[in-house]
C-alpha cells in the first residue's frame, strides 16, 4: 500500500492514472444514469433542478477531466518508455507529483457533493455570470474551480515530463521517425496542452478573485466582459477535445495496424496529420461562441471546415492498414472499429454546426449533445476499452476474456447509439440541454424512451467488463510476452515488464523492432 | 558517420515546432485580416506563437550540444537501458506535495492559517523532493554525456 502511495516507476503511476480513471468513470457514468433517468419521460420530477445540474455538471466534468483526458495520459505513462526503450519518464518524481496532483484534485470537485449547497452545478463550462453569482454557487463551485486547477497544473507537468522523455531518452536506434505512432500522437498532445491549459488557469483564477477578493475581470457593471471568460475557456476548451482523442487515434492505429497483420499505412501523414490536427485545434476555439455575435464567425468556420481535412487522412490511412489484411476480429480490433463508425458520425455533425446558420439553430440544443457524445463517447471511450483489452496482457500477465470482451463490445456498441443517436432529433425539434425536464411535444417522448432505455443497455456493457477483469484475475492465465503479435517495442519484454522495462535491448533497426526479431533481421 | 547526421531526429523535432509556429502567425495574420478586430483572439494567437517560438528556439539550443543514443540509426551493439542511469522508484515527497498544494489553495479562500501553513509545508517538501533528486546516486540523466563515448570501448566503468 505504502508501496503505491510513493511509487516513482512509471508503470506503476500508468496503473495508478487508469485504475482511478476509470473509478471516476464509474462514478460519471452513474451520474449520467440519473441525468437518463430525470429525463426518461416528460414533466419527470425524480431529479429537481438543482439536483440535475449538479449531476450533469459533475457528469461532464468528471468524463472530460478525470476520465477521457487524464486516461490518455496514464496510458502514455505506462507506454511511451517501453515503446521507445527508456527506463522510465525523464522525471520519476515530477510525474508521481503530476498523479497526486490529478487524484487529490479530482477527488476535490466530487468533495464538492458534501459541501453546503451542493456540488458545482454550472456545467462543465462553469459560464460567468452563473458561475460568480454567490447564491447557488457556494463551496461546491469553489471546490471545483480548486480541484481543477491542481488536474490543470498536474497536466502541464505530466506534458512536460512526456515531451522530454519522447526526445531524450530514445534507445539507441530508436530514431523519432521510428517510434510508434502512439508515442507520436502523445508528442502532439503534449504540445497541445503546453498551449492550451494556461490559458485555463488562468481563468480559473481570473473567476476566483471576481469571487473573493472583489475582482470584476468578467462583472460587466465594472467594465469587466463576460465574453473574455469565454474567449479564455475555449482557447483551452477547444484543445481539451483534441487532448482527449489524439491519444486515442494512437491507439486505435496501434491496434488496426495489429490486427490487420499489416504495418501501419501512411507513417508520415500520421504524425504530420497529428501535428495539423493540433495548429489547427488552437485556430478554432470561438466556434463554440457563434451565438455571441462577438467574434468573427467566417473565420472560425472556415478554420473548423479544415481541421476535417487531416482527421480524414487518418481514417483514410486507418482504412488502407486494413486493405486487403488478414483482419483477426479481436475484442480490442471490434472496440477499434467501433470507434470509426462512431466518430464518423461525430466528425460529420461536427462540420454540420462548424457553419453558422446551422449552429444558430442547433446551439445549446441536443445536437450538441449528440456531436460531441458521438466524438468522446462513441470515439474516445471506445478506444479506451480497445487498448484496456490490448495491453492488460502486458500491464498485468494476464488477458481479458474475449468471449465477455465480445458481449461487452456489443453491448456498448448497440447501448451507445440507441443513446445518442435519438438526441440529434430531440436537437432537431428543438429539446434544450441543461433543462431538467421537457414538455410531452412532437417525438421527445418516444426518443427520450429510447435513448434512456439505450443508457441502461451501456450500463450492462461496463458491468460485464468490469465482471470480466474480475473473472480473468481470479483465472489468471498466463500470456506470452507478445499475445497479439504486436510489432513495437514493448512487446519484447515481460508481461509484465520488469522494473526498468529491459533486461537487454534488441538492436533496432526500424519501425517494427518486435517483427525485426520475429523475422530474424535483427538480434 | 558524422555529428550533423545524428542529431537529424531531433531537428526534425524543432522542424515542425517552427512549422506549428508559423502556421500560428499565418492564422493570427489571417484572423486579423478577416475579423477587422484586435481582441483577446489575437492577443491569444499571438501568445501561442510566441510560445511555439520559443519553445523551437529552445530545441535548437538543446540540440546543438545533443549527442543523443536515439538518434544514431544504426546502433552497434544493444546495450541494456540501465546504462541511462539508475532511475529512483520511491519517494513519499509526490504525495505530500500534492496534499499541500490543495491545503495551500483552499487556504487562500477560506483560511489563512491554512494557507500559510500549507504554504510552507509545500515549500519544505519541494525544497525535500529536491534535495532527495540532487543525493540519489545516479539519479541524473546521464544519457548525453554518456553516449558521447559510446562508440568508445569503455564500458561499465
Ligand atoms: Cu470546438
Known sequence: MIGWLTSTNHKNIGILYIVTTMTFFVAAGALALLIRSQLAFPGNTFLGPHAFNQAFTLHGTAMIFLVIAPFGIGLANYLVPLQIGAPDMAFPRLNATSFWLFAVGGLTVFGGLLAYGGAAATGWTAYVPLSEI????????????????????????????????????????????????????????????????????????????DRHTGGHFFDPTYGGNPVLYQHLFWFFGHPEVYVMILPFFGVVTEVVATFSHKPVFGYVGMVISAFAIAGLSIGVWAHHMFTTGAVSNPFFSAVSFLIAVPTGVKFVNWIGTMWKGAIELSTAMLFAIGFMLNFLIGGITGVMVASPPLDYGAHDTYFIVQHFHYTIGGGSLFALFAALFFWFPKMFGIRLGEGMGKWSFALLFVGFNATFLPMGFMGLEGMARRVYTYPDVGHLALLNGISTAGSVVMAVGVALFFVNVLVSALLAKPVPDNPWNGYSLEWLTSSPPPEFNFHTLPRIQGKRPAWDVASGAAP | MGCGQRSRALKTFVALLLISGAFGVAIAVAYWLIAHEETTGTALLGIMSAALFFAASYAIIAERNANLAGDVPEPQTAEAPEDLGIFTTHSPWPILVALCALGALSGVLWSPFLAVVSLCALLLCLWRLGRESAITPGSEFRGVSRRRDSTSTERGS
Open chain 1, 134 to 209: 454567490a447564491e447557488g454557487t457556494g463551496a461546491g463551485q469553489d471546490l471545483w474551480i480548486v480541484g481543477l486547477t491542481l488536474v490543470a497544473v498536474s497536466t502541464v507537468l505530466t506534458a512536460i515530463n512526456l515531451l522530454v522523455t519522447a526526445v531524450l531518452y530514445r534507445a539507441p536506434g530508436m530514431t523519432m521517425w521510428r517510434m510508434p505512432i502512439f508515442t507520436w500522437e502523445v508528442v502532439a498532445t503534449a504540445v497541445l496542452i503546453l498551449m492550451a491549459f494556461p490559458p485555463l488557469t488562468a481563468a480559473f483564477a481570473m473567476l476566483l478573485i
